[in-house]
């Protein structure tokens, strides 16, 4: 079965640059789609299609896929953006929604 | 605006059997693809089962295939998870997450729910 894999944890400075990693075995040919959750909250899709934001969503928020890493990039971070974020893929050939482990970002 | 409410969870004890809801406003429900993912405790997320919105195509995860049956009803906006053999390891929060669009080559799960949670104990 697929397999994508995140670090547990990423931590950044106000007004920084987070960068957040997803690995699977040739992901750059899959479209990935990004997850941003806060505690007690519900996910909310914040990237799709590797570098695609949904309405409502700031441009600080960016994609890239590439090789066996796609990365979620948050530019300018700001307190209101630590949350568990999950990297997601579905796996045609094996008709399956696949997620990534997750990473808490923390902003410090 | 989307809406998506979940219903159904609660106490039921190990071999036990329930059946959630998830109604959905605000799209093309028809045409829609849903999407059932639970969060167990402390963990991350974990993908369940989809239904494309003519029911033509179904899909489950191993670990509940054979135990779990998604449905819909298209007059109602609404999709079930009829959950039987029920077992610790299926205590989580259930979240339901609709999207327009057919359950083929891309599959983003574009609206959730706020979930319903489910506790698998005697």
């Known amino acids: 079965s697929y397999v994508l894999t995140q670090p547990p944890s990423v931590s950044v400075a106000p007004g920084k640059t987070a960068r957040i990693p997803c690995e699977g075995n040739?992901?750059?040919?899959?479209?990935v789609h990004w997850y941003q959750q806060k505690p007690g909250q519900a996910p909310v899709l914040v990237v799709y299609?590797?570098?695609d934001r949904p309405s409502g969503i700031p441009e600080r928020f960016s994609g890239s896929n590439s090789g066996n890493t796609a990365t979620l990039t948050i530019s300018r971070v700001e307190a209101g953006d630590e949350a568990d974020f999950y990297c997601?893929?579905?796996?045609?050939?094996?008709?399956?929604?696949?997620f990534g482990t997750g990473t808490k970002v923390t902003v410090l | 605006e989307v809406q998506v409410v979940e219903s159904g969870g609660g106490l039921v004890k190990p071999g036990g059997s329930l059946r959630l809801s998830c109604e959905i406003s605000?799209?093309?429900?028809?045409?829609?693809?849903v999407t059932w993912v639970r969060q167990a405790p402390g963990k991350g997320l974990e993908w369940v089962s989809s239904?494309?919105?003519?029911?033509?195509?179904?899909y489950y995860a191993d670990s509940v295939r054979g135990r779990f049956t998604i449905s819909r009803d298209n007059a109602r906006n609404s999709v079930y998870l009829e959950m039987i053999d029920l077992t610790a390891d299926d205590t989580a929060v259930y979240f339901c997450?609709?999207?327009?669009?057919?359950?083929?080559?891309?599959?983003?799960?574009?609206?959730w729910g706020q979930g319903t949670l489910v506790t698998v104990s005697s």
């Open positions: 997450a609709g999207a327009e669009g057919s359950l083929t080559t891309v599959v983003t799960l574009d609206y």
């Open positions: 605000g799209l093309t429900f028809g045409r829609s693809r």
């Open positions: 239904i494309s919105g003519s029911s033509n195509y179904i």
């Open positions: 040739n992901i750059g040919i899959k479209g």
């Open positions: 299609n590797n570098n």
């Open positions: 997601q893929v579905w796996d045609f050939s094996d008709r399956v929604v696949v």
